[in-house]
């Protein structure tokens, strides 16, 4: 009731001005998107949209986070990132006159409330306000350096310290101070790791109980807690 009306309103307003971020999660000043449409709520688990569907709209997400993946033909999934509040999602498809399928499933890893504004929509909206062009063609330029440098990672530094890097990158954009260290966002699986550093969940698994040895972090059920964070950065490199 009260409380659902309370984040309506909320989502509401992020969507009329939201930041829009990068793939680590930093923060900055966003295209204001319409909100015209009431917001859509996702489970955590469901998909948002799925690799292969008709690219007609974009994903404005203001509550909770989003996992983007490709299924590989060995039947694994590679997490290309994370997208959070003030994230869009699909917004290529948007600047196409026949959108092409979706290369990705977008798939909510929190409970997640988001703005779907159709590709017409958005673009009147570009038109209207060519200022945003800029923005947006920015929100798609920084993410292009995490992928080249993830590229790089993959042939230069074995899997515990691309999992020392990968936690440290989210505990830099996300961690929330406590006195045991900075604790990362819950929710994330093993295998959600692996598909981002792309290594196999053992590797994974082995990589978590190295830097458990060394002290630099704890981890329970989906959580990890990061200990000492120069360290851990020291570590992957």
Do not use: W
Request: hydrophobic fraction near 40%.
């Amino acid at each position: 009731g009260r409380r659902r009306r309370a984040r309506g309103r909320r989502g509401a307003a992020a969507a009329q001005g939201a930041p829009s971020s990068r793939a680590g999660g930093g923060r900055g000043a966003g295209p204001p998107v319409t909100a015209a449409d009431p917001p859509r709520r996702y489970r955590a688990g469901e998909p948002i949209f799925v690799v292969g569907g008709r690219g007609g709209f974009v994903v404005l997400i203001v509550e909770g986070r989003a996992k983007i993946i490709v299924p590989a033909p060995t039947g694994t999934e590679t997490v290309l990132g994370l997208r959070g509040p003030g994230d869009l999602v699909g917004e290529l498809s948007a600047v196409e006159d026949e959108p092409a399928p979706r290369s990705a499933t977008v798939v909510a890893v929190d409970p997640v409330v988001c703005r779907v504004v159709r590709n017409g929509d958005f673009r009147s909206l570009l038109a209207g306000r060519p200022s945003i062009a800029p923005e947006l063609l920015g929100l798609v330029a920084s993410r292009l350096p995490s992928s080249d440098r993830r590229l790089v990672e993959i042939g230069a530094y074995d899997t515990a310290q691309r999992v020392a890097q990968l936690l440290a990158d989210m505990a830099e954009s996300g961690g929330r101070p406590s006195e045991a260290g900075l604790v990362l966002p819950a929710g994330l699986t093993q295998d959600d790791l692996a598909g981002m550093v792309d290594a196999s969940r053992e590797s994974v698994a082995r990589a978590l109980a190295a830097l458990r040895s060394l002290g630099l972090v704890s981890t329970a059920r989906r959580q990890v807690v990061v200990h000492d964070l120069p360290a851990l950065r020291a570590y992957g490199h």
